[in-house]
């Protein structure tokens, strides 16, 4: 359960008043994905490894997840975790609409990949671990 407050803006009469409004959000349940092996559809030897580290520690995911009218380089669908190359990370409604969609957004460095794959893994692990821990 996420707790945020925001102002709003309400119309009295002729004047504008802002009050703070308390705004509770669940999160949502994960989702059921089949298993399939998607290793084909990576397109860099970069996503590719990222890819197999993920699968070989029983993460399944999804590359190229269409939401809305933005591609996901790579998705744990079941966790709400979007993995993107930070190149993209400069579209702010790209991380809008995946924020408004619940996602977890993680950016990765093509160079950081390829050096130190295992600081990459250990964010995604511990945004899945903070979602587990969500969830129980």
């Known amino acids: 359960m996420i707790l945020k407050i925001k102002w709003r803006t309400k119309k009295v009469l002729f ?8 705004s509770i959000r669940r999160r949502k349940p994960p989702y059921l994905v089949p298993v399939n092996f998607e290793e084909h559809k990576c397109r860099k ?14 993460y399944y995911v999804t590359p ?6 933005f591609v996901i380089n790579l998705a744990l669908i079941p966790f709400r975790i979007a993995i993107i190359d930070e190149k993209q990370a400069r579209i702010e409604r ?12 993680i950016y990765y460095d ?11 893994l250990m964010k995604i692990k511990k945004e ?9």
């Open 128 to 136: 899945a671990s903070s979602y587990k821990q969500l969830l129980s």
């Open 110 to 120: 093509e160079d950081e990949l390829n050096e130190n794959l295992m600081a990459v």
């Open 15 to 22: 004047m504008k008043v802002s009050l703070p409004a308390l």
């Open 94 to 105: 790209l991380e809008k609409t995946l924020k408004k969609e619940g996602w977890t957004i």
């Open 45 to 58: 030897e970069c996503e590719r490894r990222l890819y197999q580290a993920l699968f070989s520690q029983n």
């Open 64 to 69: 190229y997840v269409q939401c809305g009218r």
